[in-house]
């Protein structure tokens, strides 16, 4: 038996725009995502010799074929014909769940590269995105890691040049949204205002920090925020003590801001932590 060991790192996304509704049900997506360093771990027993099974340190998580993790080794073994003869995973959780923070896909993620690195990377880092897609639409991007454009449903990547180097502090209210209804609810409302990518990857080519703070645009964010006003108050904190730029990430709930050093986001941390525990200081990866 062998155990490999993975991290397991959750995004954000800095834009992310919906472009239309797909004959298959999902979403055209445009999205700039960037890794940050909040991460779980993941250890993988190959070879066990028994049934597979999956443990997650925190409660509420499914342990079985529904774990987007569990299915992510399934689908490996599926494509490249591998038999591990035996499989046990074992997530230690941090990244929070319903955040939209891509804690499962990047779980599901870890495991499509632990198991393409034991059995000598059959699959290129690409083509092993691509197979996360089979997972879920984050998986891809979870997969490459880094910055990247992402269109399509999530399997279209494109890796652009790294975030210059700030801290963010990640806040995770007391709330989750279901992105399936999110998603449907923006079906039926026109969006008034799109993220402009192109000058987010502009912002990005020039290593302009202020100027990626101000791109920052997701359209979920209005639409969440409407019924969480707490989303707000955690916003006008962050931009009081001298975030560049913050916004919702994903489908929500928690919020992101870019601080311009670890000093500034501590002291937003400080401020938030009594009414919001969920709190993190993370880098760009
Ligand atoms: O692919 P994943 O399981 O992460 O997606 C969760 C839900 O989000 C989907 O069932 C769908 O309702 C919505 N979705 C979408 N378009 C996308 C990604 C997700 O409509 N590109």
Redo the contacts with the bound molecule.
């Keep these: 038996m062998t155990t490999l060991y993975e991290g397991a790192f959750a995004k954000v996304n800095l834009t992310l725009d919906?472009l239309g509704?797909?004959p298959d049900?999902?979403?055209?997506?445009q999205s700039v995502m960037q890794t940050i360093s909040i991460r779980d771990d993941v250890e993988i027993d190959v070879g066990t010799g028994k049934p597979w099974t999956l443990s997650c340190s925190a409660e509420g998580i499914p342990t079985d074929e529904r774990n987007l993790a569990w299915k992510a080794a399934r689908v490996f073994c599926d494509s490249t014909g591998k038999d591990p003869e035996g499989i046990s995973i074992r997530i230690t959780k941090r990244i929070p769940s319903g955040a939209g923070l891509g804690g499962g896909?990047a779980d599901a993620a870890a495991v499509l590269r632990a198991l393409n690195r034991h059995y000598g990377e059959p699959l290129s880092i690409l083509a092993l995105a691509e197979l996360g897609?089979q997972?879920?639409?984050?998986?891809p991007f979870c997969t490459l890691t880094g910055t990247a454009m992402v269109e399509?449903?999530?399997e279209r990547l494109r890796p652009l040049p790294p975030m210059p180097d700030c801290t963010f502090v990640v806040c995770k209210p007391d709330f989750s949204v279901s992105?399936?209804e999110?998603?449907?609810k923006l079906d039926t409302v026109a969006i008034p205002v799109h993220p402009d990518n192109r000058a987010m990857e502009n912002a990005l080519i020039a290593g302009d920090l202020q100027a990626v703070a101000d791109q920052l645009y997701n359209v979920f964010d209005p639409v969440v925020t409407a019924d969480h006003l707490e989303l707000n108050y955690i916003k006008s904190i962050c931009n009081s003590y001298g975030s560049l730029g913050q916004q919702m990430t994903g489908?929500g709930s928690a919020v992101f801001a870019i601080m311009p050093s670890f000093e500034y986001a501590a002291v937003v941390c400080n401020m938030l932590k009594d009414n919001f525990p969920g709190i993190f200081i993370a880098k760009p990866i």
Aim: overall charge positive.
């Design positions: 919906v509704k797909r049900g999902y979403h055209d997506l896909s897609s997972v879920g639409s984050d998986v399509g449903r999530g992105t399936p999110l998603y449907r489908s």
